[in-house]
């Protein structure tokens, strides 16, 4: 099993983390790796996009920005973005 170590980790964070442990039932180090665990998992289900579609292809606008595309103001109304992303995913 992998260990990980904190350096310099916050006197204050540390006491709400074992208030927090200690309200649980757990060691900290029990209560540290399930909110880690916790916080992944929520996470990948916000980022988490349909297949073959990256998550910035479903990323929320502005909306000057995206009346600006509209528009045509970047060039054609092609987002750069999405050429990115095709470049990147032919390699």
Known sequence: MATLVIKSFP???HAKLRQTAAAHRR?????????IET??????????????????????LLPEYEAMMKTG?????????????EERDAR
Not at 27 to 35: A, F, G, Y
Not at 47 to 60: D, E, F, H, L, V
Not at 73 to 85: E, P, V, W, Y
């Open 11 to 13: 006197e204050a964070l």
């Open 27 to 35: 060691s900290v180090t029990q209560e540290t790796i399930h909110l």
């Open 39 to 60: 916080a992944i998992i929520a996470e990948e289900r916000s980022s988490s996009a349909p297949a073959g579609q990256s998550k910035w292809a479903n990323r929320k």
């Open 73 to 85: 103001a970047f060039g054609g109304g092609t987002d750069s973005t999405h050429i990115l992303s």
